[in-house]
């Protein structure tokens, strides 16, 4: 069963934008962590975003100025925003899902490791030209 299902990849050119989507089957799952992922072949797969059941987020220190996480509780989607896309950009985009906390007492957050999770969807392609 696909509990998490990536849409809204695509071909675009630098500079542009792009609003990824995680549908989530399981409504349990958006209480907890959610996260986005990217993964390029030879690379290790690197964490983006996270977003948590209280809509606290979190973001990799090289991802806060162009990416943006979110979610409609309602619908039960997670998003990325995408802005000023660049070539780098280019990769295979994954939401996972995970009771993932780390840490303790205030400092209690999501984490940005993929070792952490174990629900993935299969991923959307995100591809930027020059």
């Known amino acids: 069963q696909v509990l998490l299902q990536e849409s809204g990849g695509g071909s675009v050119q630098a500079g542009g934008s792009l609003r990824l989507s995680c549908e989530v089957s399981?409504?349990?799952?958006?209480?907890?962590?959610m996260g986005w992922f990217r993964h390029v072949i030879g690379r290790d797969r690197e964490g983006i975003a996270m977003?948590?059941?209280?809509?606290?987020?979190d973001y990799a220190s090289s991802m806060k100025d162009r990416f943006t996480i979110s979610k409609d509780n309602t619908k039960n989607i997670v998003y990325l925003q995408i802005d000023n896309l660049k070539p780098e950009d280019t990769a295979m985009y994954y939401c996972?899902?995970?009771?993932?906390?780390?840490?303790?007492?205030?400092?209690?957050?999501?984490?940005?490791?993929?070792?952490?999770?174990?629900?993935w969807g299969r991923g959307t392609q995100v591809t930027v030209s020059s």
């Open positions: 977003i948590d059941g209280d809509g606290r987020t």
């Open positions: 399981r409504p349990t799952f958006m209480r907890h962590c």
């Open positions: 996972a899902a995970d009771y993932a906390w780390v840490g303790s007492g205030p400092l209690l957050h999501c984490s940005l490791h993929y070792p952490d999770y174990n629900s």
